[in-house]
C-alpha cells in the first residue's frame, strides 16, 4: 500500500500534532493525502468530491488533535477515517435522492395555490423526512410511497402491526408540525 510507516518516528509526528504543531499536520497532509483521495473516489467516483471529503477528514484530525495519543497506526486511523467519511456521504446522498424521487411522486395538493408554493412544499417534506429515525421514516414511506398495509410493513420490518402503527404515529405528528404552514386549518 501506498501508506508506509516504516520510515518516520510516528510518535513523535503524533505527539508533535496533539502539541498543535501545525508543521507535524503539514507532514501528515502531504504524506497522506494523495493516497487517501484515491481511496476517496473509488467510493464515491468523483475528484472533486473525493478531495472535498478528504479535508474534511483532515479538519476533524486538527479539530480532534488533543486525542492524537489514541492512534496507534495512523495510515489505518486515516484510512478508516475517509472510508467511513465517504461511507456517510453516500448514505445521506441515498437518502436524499430517494426522498426527492418519493417526494416527486405526490400529486399537486389542492391547496397549493402554484408551483412555488408546491417546490416549497417538496422541499420541506424532504426536510422533514431526513428528520425522521430510520424505523420511523422506512415505516411511513412503505405505508405512504409504497402503499404497503400495516401487516406488510410488520412483516416486511419484521415488528408487531402495532409497532408499525406506533411508527406512523409518530412520523405523522413530525411531518404535521413541520408542514403546518402548507396544511389547511
Partial sequence: MILNENDINLEYIISELQNGEEKAFDFIFRRYYKALCAQAVSYVHDLDLAQS??????????????????????SSYLLTMVRNRCIDYLRTAKVAD?????????????????????HEFEEQLILALATLPDRTRKAFEYSRFECLTY????????????????LISRALVVLRRELSDFLIT
Avoid at 471529503?53 to 484530525?61: A, D, K, M, N, S
Avoid at 401487516?151 to 406506533?166: D, F, L, P, T
Wanted: hydrophobic share 40%.
Fill in 53 to 74: 471529503l478528504v479535508q474534511e477528514c483532515f479538519i476533524r484530525l486538527w479539530e480532534k488533535r488533543g486525542e492524537a495519543h489514541k492512534i496507534k497506526k495512523l
Fill in 151 to 166: 401487516k406488510e410493513i410488520a412483516e416486511k420490518m419484521g415488528v408487531s402491526r402495532k409497532a408499525v402503527e406506533a
Fill in 98 to 118: 430517494n426522498l426527492k424521487v418519493r417526494a416527486s411522486v405526490i400529486v399537486q395538493l389542492p391547496n397549493l395555490e402554484d408551483e412555488t408554493q408546491a
